[in-house]
């Protein structure tokens, strides 16, 4: 009985890409008597959702409460993420209440979609009572979650609250990474404060961390809008000794 759904399931690991034919054949089958698992769901869910076919993956997880396989968190997640990279952060938000209310508790990864979804629509406050609230339940945020508010804060201008997030996530024995450390200097720059991002550039070197080409875009592009040529022309000549290669795109957004 489980293996039509056992060849569905390996079609799928191996990159299918399902589409409303795929949930036609998952209704034929189940009609017909067939047991989908656990994964098998998981995997067509979040092949959907990678899809872009959020709606199409909701009607699927309803499907599901129904039957004997219960939804879990990873397939709340899947479910979550994709709609708040789709701006769709009320549904979100109303998935997420519903999880909770069956007793599924949320993790690390469906606090950072949710907080992701909040910053993309501009809803920094939100996103930061999520924060709040996800440490007051014990529930650690992690580098990327620490790094989606630093990204937000900085391209609103609001360095001094991306530097708040960034003690916080220092306090709790985070390090930041490159990304992070760029985003802070992109953030300066695009406030014409170049020797803020300067300071943490340097201490970006300070700390071992290997400025990447991004690093060097970053800066050499805020010397040049500052008129600072001959810092721009110093990071430029440092890159080559470290065989960093800026790309075309880098070179020209300098001038």
């Known amino acids: 009985m489980t293996y039509a759904f056992s060849i569905l399931g390996k079609i799928l690991k191996m990159g299918y890409q399902p ?8 209704d034929d089958l189940i009609t017909k008597g067939f047991q989908l698992d656990h994964v098998s769901y998981g995997t067509l869910i979040n092949r959907l959702c990678k899809m872009g076919h959020t709606t199409n993956a909701l009607q699927l997880l309803r499907q599901l409460k129904q039957g004997s396989v219960k939804p879990d968190v990873v397939i709340y997640n899947t479910i979550i993420d994709s709609m708040c990279k789709a701006k769709l952060v009320d549904d979100a938000c109303e998935l997420f209440s519903e999880m909770v209310n069956k007793g599924i508790f949320p993790d690390v990864v469906t606090y950072s979609a949710l907080i992701y979804g909040f910053c993309i629509v501009n809803k920094l406050k939100e996103a930061i009572v999520l924060l709040n609230e996800m440490v007051s339940k014990n529930i650690n945020p992690n580098v990327y979650t620490f790094s989606i508010l630093i990204d937000a804060f900085c391209k609103e201008g609001k360095m001094k609250e991306a530097k708040s997030v960034l003690a916080m996530m220092m306090k709790q024995g985070m390090k930041p990474d490159v990304v992070t450390y760029n985003t802070l200097m992109d953030g300066f720059c695009l406030r014409n404060e170049v020797s803020k991002a300067k300071y943490i550039f340097n201490t970006m070197v300070q700390r071992g961390m290997m400025p990447d080409v991004k690093s060097y875009s970053i800066m050499i592009n805020g010397f040049c809008k500052s008129e600072m040529v001959d810092e721009a022309i110093k990071l430029f000549e440092e890159m080559y ?10 070179i020209q957004h300098s001038y």
């Not at 589409?19 to 998952?26: G, S």
């Not at 000794?241 to 880098?250: E, G, S």
């Open 19 to 26: 589409n409303i034919k795929a949930l036609y054949f998952h």
């Open 241 to 250: 000794l470290k065989n960093i290669i800026p790309n075309t795109c880098n």
